[in-house]
Each structure stands twice: as C-alpha cells, then as structure tokens.
C-alpha cells in the first residue's frame, strides 16, 4: 500500500517490514500516527504483547495501540535507544514499550548504568533531567516537555539558596521530584524509597539533630514519625496524594474489610497512620508480589493498581482513581513521535548539572538495602514547622 508521509515522501507499507522508503534521517520514513495500521505484519510482530495486558486494555482499544507499539519498538532499535518507563504510566506503555520499569529511584540508578545513546523518559521532566544529569554524555528525550510536577514546581533554585543562607548549619535533604538547579543547592536527594534511610545519614555525617526536607510537607512529617531526628520542610506537595483524606481510607476498609491498604508516603500523615502497609511505588509492587494478598487497594496514582495486576493476576484491585495529568501526558503517540523526529532533548547547564550530579551520587552511593524499605504505619503525627526565609 502506498501512502504519503506528511514530509511528502512516498513511502510503502509492507506486512513484513512495515514502512520504508526515502527522505528522513533514517532508514525508514515514518508516518504521522495516525496513519499507523493494524496490519498483518503488526499483529504478528506484536499481538503476542497483548496477553500480558488483557485484563487492562480492551480488545477495543488494541487495534489502536498496536501499530504504535510496534513502531516505538522498530524506532528503538534503529535509535540504540531505551524506554525508562515509571510505575504511574499507561498500561500499555509500562508493559508494551518500557525497558525499563519502576519508581524514580530504580530509573534514576538504571538511566546511570544504560548503555544505549538514547534515553526516552517515559515520566515527568524532573525524571528525565535526573537521567540527564547522571548521563550527560546521552541524549534525553521526554515526549512531552510539558509533563510537570506539582511537587518540582513549588520551589525554586533561589529559595534553596536563602534556605541555605538561614540554616548554614543543617543539612539540606531534597525529594528528587525537584528541578536540577534545586537540586544543585542540595546537600543530599532521597526518593520516598530511601528517605528515612538519607535523613538518618545525613544527620550522623553533619552531627546534627535537625534536618530541612524539601519541598514534600507530607513526606517530611512521615519521614519524622519514623526517626528522632527534628526536621523542617517546605508547604509543597504531591497534587495526586493529597486528595486522599482519612476518611476515604474508613470508607475503603468499610466496603472491603477484607483488603489490605497500601499507601505512599506522600499522602497525609494521618492517611498513612490508618493503612496496613506504606511505602515507595517499588515498595507497594514488591509488598504485593511477596504477600500475594487476595484484594489489595493502593492509594496512589491511577494506573500503579492496572500494573501491579499485570504481574499479580491473582491479586483483585480495588482502584480508587487519582490520576496525575502530568504522567498522563506521557501517550504512545508522543513516544513515537520524540523517537521518530529525535526531538523535545532534555538539556541541563553543565555547572548546574555537576553539583546537582553531587547531591544524587551522595543518594546513590549510601548502602542498598536488599528490598525496597518501607514506612510503619500507625505512627503518632509529628509537627514538622516550614522553614521561615
Ligand atoms: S504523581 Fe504527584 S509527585 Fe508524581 S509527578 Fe504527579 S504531581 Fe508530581
């Protein structure tokens, strides 16, 4: 079948080889998406994937995403490049298209050991800056440079600077769900898999009992219900976890008191204090692979339930549905789409880039544990006071 490419190159489709022809940058000239079909060739280059996600994408939906799919999978091979893909993408992302797949700190080490040229972060700009950072010598590719983070955009480079200046003496402990440059002004990261793990180091290496943890309110005051060390923070927070109130958990375990409850600890203290389990999105998945509970309900972002069932299939989710609208800018259009034109490159200034390198490797080189740690539940509410600048 010939169709025109929107460049104006005639190209020919094949069931074999999919498209090829003439007149782009590499060996193939790639449509617009919309012009991608479900095809023989297709379907038997990927129909096989659709078993893994059956229970999570409809047979409606599969003509749809499948040429896509194949596409991204061909460009990556062409590209020499890798899909980092985090646990709150799409069902088919996450299981059809991502190499690479987990919480920020799993991508975050990995996007530090790929080999591959090309890094395409299926995740919010943050993640990809992150990938940047630890790999400057690669290309970084987000599909969509406008997928934020409400965290990430309530502080700046400049407030971590007069923090700084108002507390020379405690060290600075950032969530890496911040841009680089507040990264830069950091002491240290921690991701909500290692948090509580960070602020105990940290306190012991500067000989301090008090820590400032940014920008996350709520992962501050449920990192200080699990150590003794006093901490201040800053008012930001996770639009997603925040929304979940103590009530909505009385009502789940109401409805299913046969359920276990899981929660992430950037969720209010006082929602966390009434789950069963708290913990990073690697956590939660690690928690539910190794108990195997018979209905388990996850307080976090929408699509985490829809992966975790992929690989627990005997496990029934109860789904309470907040969705991130920044992660779901992430589509398999727009990965196709940065692949197929090498484009929206996440660049970060080198000499930013080299101290918010510092505050990272300081994260990554403390000690790993075995398995993902998480939070106890149950805890007291600790007052956790804002630093005043
Ligand atoms: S889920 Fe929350 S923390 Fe994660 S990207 Fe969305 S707004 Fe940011």
Redesign the pocket.
Known sequence: MDVIAPEGSTVTQTPDTGFSGSGGASSAVWPDASELVYDDGVKARVDHLYTRVKDVVTPMEWPQFAPVIDAILRLKEERGATILA?N?MTPEIFNCVGDITGDSLKLAQVAAEAEEDVIVQA??H?MAETAKILSPEKTVLIPDME??????SSITGADVQRIKAAYPDYPIVTYV?TSAEVKAYSDICCTSSNAVQVVEAVAQQWDTDTVIMIP?EYLAKNVAAQTGIKILTWKGS????EQFTPEDIDDLRAAHPDAVILTHP?CPPDVMARADFAGSTGAMAAYVKDKAPSKAILI??CSMSDNVSVENPDTVFVKPCNL????KRITLTGIYEALRDMKHEVEVDPVIAQKARASLQAMLDLPKPDAPPHFDTGRDIINVPYVSV
């Open positions: 985090h709150y995740g919010v943050f997928a934020g983070c409400s965290l990430a769900n996350d996770c639009e997603v976890h950037e976090t972002e991130c609208p920044h992660m």
